[in-house]
């Protein structure tokens, strides 16, 4: 690493060195502005009290501060519940023929630091959970715990365990290497054939202690291969995969690019389905009646045009040619689904994208037909539904985790407003550090308000 690409992880030490205030049990928090819940009414001036990482009481005004209780002034500030990306990847930075090397190269050890790093960076762009969708060593289902467990800091993780597919199919890792590396790869038991074998698929991600299950139903576009993304799963598979996700209570992502693999997916039952990038008219409307959220992941395309700025050569021939096509189309199916009322969730894929820019996708989605103030709804309502977290997360209410971000300006008018965030809250907790100059303890008897 150059002396100057290390600069700013060497601030990010002297950042954290530094020791945090005694946080108090009791913090009270003074808002401009309330989004409260993104889609009823903006609130004006408002008091929120947090204890013991839950939101106690959500008033009109700024109440006055009693002894002891610590005060967070966001009086000049929007202050609405904490962000949720649904799809990430924590644990994949590089991408392209640099992240195929990282799969060889970096432990599972290694992959955790790196997710910690990535957790950190979207953390403080205010997004307080994350559903990661596929890591094969298991690395940020150790850091989802440790977060939890308040060991390290970082965003409420909602993790799939390793992604299952076909063999030859997107989530086959032993894509693009020599024969005699694969059963090294295959031996991760992510890939199925036949109804049997992705049940078992199934179940063994469900024993390593997934909270959800992702399975690809087509191609995808960084697998190396050169086989398109049309279906690749046959409908008995997809079907033993969604039934038995569901038997164990847990939901179902599903990767697809094709209209013939969304349209199984859909069939199938699941419960979102990330990128659905091709679309025909019979699977908009079978869409549209079924309660299957589009997670629409348009940041991909950033992040696959940044790499290619810095390194012509940063993809192999057959990938490149799929991220030109994806490039070219990625928003028109958004454009497609907005006006036919499917549930859009929140997700940009970062890991593809840059972690920490998971706010880019909020401008993407207004280019692509959203109002700002239904893409706002799509990063909490939505996606805490998505996620089965809605009596937690998603807004500001009493009884909800004092997850709880603040901007300046209004972003249900400028969604770019979200791109810096001045106040971030996970789990009671405040987590960035110029937050810090924001907060005061409140000193003796009386208002302080
Ligand atoms: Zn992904």
Redesign the pocket.
Known sequence: MKPTTLFPFLLLGIAFATPAPAQTARTIIHAGHLIAEPGKPVRGASTIIVENGRIVSVADGHQPADLGAAVIDLKDKYVLPGLIDS?V?LTSDAGGLAGQLEEITLSPAAQAFNAEVNGMKTLRAGFTTVRN??DGDGATLALRDAIAAGKVRGPRIVDAGNSISGSAGHMDGSLGYRDELRPFFAGAGNTCNGADDCRRAVRLQVGRGADVIKFASTGGVNSRIGAGLGKQMFDDEAKAIVDTAHMFGKKVAV?AHGADGISLAIDAGADSI?HGTILDEATIAAWAKSKTYYVPTLSTVNGYKERIAANANAYAPDVLAKIQWRIAITGQSLEQLVPRGVRIAFGT?AG?SKHGRNADEFELMVQHGMTPVAALKAATVNAADLLGLSNDIGTIAPGKSADIIAVTGDPIADVTVLKKVDFVMARGKWSIDHSRSLCREAMGRGPSA
Do not use: F, I, S, T
Request: aromatic share 0%.
């Open positions: 799809h990847h969708l596929g990767h990330e894929d593809v």
